[in-house]
C-alpha cells in the first residue's frame, strides 16, 4: 500500500514538471510572436512616415521624393535593426519605395515610369517593406523547441496628394455672370492644373468673339458657361470649392511686426507699413513678411512699380487701400518665404504665399493688370474680395491664384499665366490611403 501511494508522487511530479514545462513554451512563444507583432509594428510605422515624406517632392521631382522617403527609412528601426533600402532611382516597379498614380475611386496604384514625361500624373508614393530590408527575417528564441526558426516580416503603405491640389485658378465669386471673361485673343494659361469657377450663374465662365484661347486640365464651374474648346475639358454643375487660405492660415499680426524707415533696399526681418508700400525705381526688397496698410489715413496700400525684386518675401495688405501695379515696361520678380532658404519670422508659416489681400473689406475692389510683360509671381497670390482685370501680356502672375474674379482682354502675342506647381500647392492634403 505505501510503495503504492509512492508511486503515485513520483507520476504527479512527472506531470506538474511537463505542466511547467508547458507553460513555460507557451509563455516563451508568445514572447516570440509579441516580437514579431512589435517589429512589423515599426516596419507599419516607418513605411507611413517614409510615403508620406515622400510627397514633398511630388509630382515635380519624382527621384527627390524616393530620396526623402529613405532618409526617413534610415532614421527608423525595427527589432532593433536599420531599415535599409534603395532610393530607386529607375523608379523600378519592383521596388520597396515606388511613385505613381493612385486612383481613389478604384483603390489602385499605377506605376509611372519618371522618363514618361507625365509627372501631373505622378500623386502617391507606395513602400512595401520586408525582412529583407532588415537584412533576414527575425530570428526566434522560443518557437525554436517546437521547430520554428524564424519568422517573415513585411508591411507596406500609400500616401497620395490630395484636398486642394489641382486647383490652379481659384474665383471665388458665387453668384457673377462672368466670373471669368476673356475677350477677344485673349490667352489664358494654367497648365497642369484645373481652373475653378465658384459662381452659380448660368453664364458664370463667358467669352467674346472665337480667337480666346485656354490651357488648363480643365474648367470646372458650378452653374454654366458659354466656354468651349477642343482642347479643353469644360465640366459644368460642380461643387464649390473652398478658400484654401481662410480658416486655415494664421492672419498675420501687426503687434509682431517692427517700424521700418522706407529707403531703396528694405531690411531683413518683419516690418510694418501702416500708411502703405511705395516701391519704385529699381528696388531690391530682402526677406521677410511686410505687413502694409491699416493706418485710416492711409492714401496707398501696396504699389508696385518700376524693376522690383522680392525673393523670400510675402507681402500681407490690410485696409481700405487696394494693391496697385501701374501699366508700364516694369519688371517684377517676387518669390514667396521659404524656410529652407531662410530663417526669418514666419517663413515656415508662410510659405508658399507671396501676395496676400486680406478679405476683411465688404466690398470688391478691382485690380488693373496691363502692359506688364516681365511680371513673374512664383508663389500664390491671395486675393479673395479683388476683381482682376487684365489686358494685354500680364505674364507670370503666380504658381496659384484665388480672386473674386477675372476678366482678360488679350492683345497681341501676350498672355495670363499661372504656372501650378503642386509640389508647393497650399491647400493640398497629404494622406495615407493604405
Known amino acids: 500500500m505505501n510503495s503504492f501511494r509512492y508511486r503515485h508522487r513520483g507520476i504527479a511530479l512527472v506531470y506538474a514538471i511537463f505542466v511547467m514545462f508547458s507553460l513555460l513554451l507557451l509563455i516563451g512563444v508568445a514572447l516570440d510572436t509579441a516580437r514579431v507583432y512589435y517589429a512589423n509594428h515599426q516596419l507599419q510605422v516607418a513605411a507611413d512616415g517614409a510615403a508620406l515624406a515622400a510627397l514633398e517632392s511630388l509630382p515635380s521631382s519624382p527621384a527627390t521624393g524616393r530620396t526623402k522617403a529613405v532618409a526617413v527609412l534610415k532614421a527608423n528601426y525595427a527589432d532593433a535593426r536599420t531599415i535599409t533600402v534603395s532610393n530607386n532611382p529607375s523608379n523600378s516597379s519592383g521596388a520597396e519605395i515606388v511613385t505613381g498614380f493612385y486612383n481613389r475611386s478604384k483603390g489602385t496604384f499605377t506605376w509611372v515610369a519618371d522618363s514618361s514625361g507625365s509627372t501631373t500624373s505622378i500623386n502617391a508614393c507606395r513602400v512595401n517593406l520586408s525582412d529583407t530590408s532588415l537584412g533576414g527575417p527575425v530570428g526566434l528564441i522560443f518557437g525554436k523547441m517546437i521547430g520554428i526558426q524564424s519568422a517573415s516580416l513585411g508591411r507596406g503603405a500609400i500616401a497620395m496628394i490630395g484636398g486642394g491640389n489641382g486647383i490652379g485658378l481659384l474665383l471665388l465669386n458665387n453668384s457673377a455672370a462672368g466670373s471669368l471673361s476673356l475677350t477677344g485673343n485673349a490667352t489664358l494659361n494654367v497648365p497642369k492644373a484645373t481652373i475653378q469657377v465658384n459662381s452659380s450663374n448660368n453664364n458664370a465662365a463667358k467669352a467674346t468673339g472665337n480667337s480666346y484661347a485656354i490651357t488648363a486640365s480643365a474648367l470646372n464651374v458650378t452653374g454654366n458657361t458659354s466656354i468651349s474648346r477642343s482642347n479643353l475639358t469644360v465640366n459644368t454643375n460642380q461643387p464649390t470649392i473652398a478658400d484654401p487660405i481662410a480658416g486655415y492660415y494664421p492672419v498675420p499680426n501687426s503687434s509682431n511686426y517692427g517700424t521700418a524707415s522706407p529707403d531703396t533696399s528694405y531690411h531683413n526681418g518683419t516690418y510694418y507699413y501702416p500708411k502703405g508700400l511705395n516701391l519704385t525705381g529699381t528696388t531690391t526688397v530682402k526677406p521677410g513678411i511686410y505687413y502694409i496698410g491699416g493706418n485710416p489715413s492711409a492714401t496707398i496700400g501696396l504699389t508696385l512699380s518700376g524693376n522690383i525684386t522680392a525673393n523670400n518675401v510675402m507681402f500681407y495688405v490690410t485696409g481700405t487701400k487696394p494693391i496697385s501695379i501701374p501699366s508700364g515696361n516694369s519688371s517684377i520678380t517676387i518669390s514667396p518665404p521659404d524656410p529652407s532658404v531662410s530663417n526669418d519670422f514666419g517663413a515656415d508659416t508662410y510659405q508658399g504665399i507671396a501676395i496676400w489681400r486680406d478679405n476683411t473689406n465688404a466690398a470688391v475692389e478691382t485690380l488693373n493688370l496691363s502692359g506688364t510683360p516681365n511680371l513673374s509671381v512664383s508663389g500664390?497670390?491671395?486675393?479673395?474680395?479683388?476683381?482682376?482685370?487684365?489686358?494685354?501680356?500680364?505674364?507670370?502672375?503666380?504658381?496659384?491664384?484665388?480672386?473674386?474674379?477675372?476678366?482678360?482682354?488679350?492683345?497681341?502675342?501676350?498672355?495670363?499665366?499661372?504656372?501650378?506647381?503642386?509640389?508647393?500647392?497650399?491647400?493640398?492634403?497629404?494622406?495615407?490611403?493604405?
Open 380 to 434: 500664390m497670390v491671395y486675393l479673395p474680395k479683388t476683381a482682376i482685370n487684365a489686358s494685354g501680356d500680364v505674364g507670370s502672375v503666380g504658381t496659384q491664384m484665388v480672386a473674386d474674379s477675372l476678366a482678360y482682354a488679350g492683345g497681341g502675342n501676350g498672355s495670363f499665366d499661372i504656372n501650378y506647381d503642386a509640389s508647393k500647392a497650399i491647400g493640398r492634403a497629404r494622406m495615407l490611403v493604405k
